[in-house]
């Protein structure tokens, strides 16, 4: 079977811009997240998305065991944010701004928020895909971060 290597699929993909999204779920009033890139609408009708999390992520047993998830598009000012819930700490919530709503963390100042119903896992190399029904969303006017050639970046922005 051909392949590209390592180096070249990774060096492709990051000239591809993609919002900076956190993951969360709550169980016992404890919130998890993951900052993903991979995250984007699958349907309308009914709408769907997807959100692709890697196998060893803190999040993935809870989103299976509660059966749902919220998806936290980051506003500009939360690269900080972004880095903190992609690291490997316990407590990556410790001193992020967040609410409960639809029973899920809500991370405080991001530009759009989605609830989600798990509806399918899927597999996908290193990574799970989930995709979600949307049962509750919102958004607000602040300008998205996305992250482009391995910097966080804004659109408009000089």
Known sequence: MRSVS???FRETLSSVPA?????????????YGTTVSSFCSLSAQPPLVLAALD???RTLPVVRETGRFGVNVLSSTQEEVARLCAGKSDDKFAGVPWAEADG???????????ACELEEELP??????LTGLVV???RTELPPLVHHRRTFWTPGAV
């Open 6 to 8: 390592l180096e070249e």
């Open 19 to 31: 919002p900076v999204s956190v993951i969360s779920a709550l169980r016992d009033g404890i919130a």
């Open 55 to 57: 196998h060893g992520s």
């Open 104 to 114: 899920l963390p809500r991370i405080d100042s991001i530009t759009s928020w989605l």
């Open 124 to 129: 996908g190399g290193d990574h799970v895909i």
């Open 136 to 138: 509750a969303c919102d």
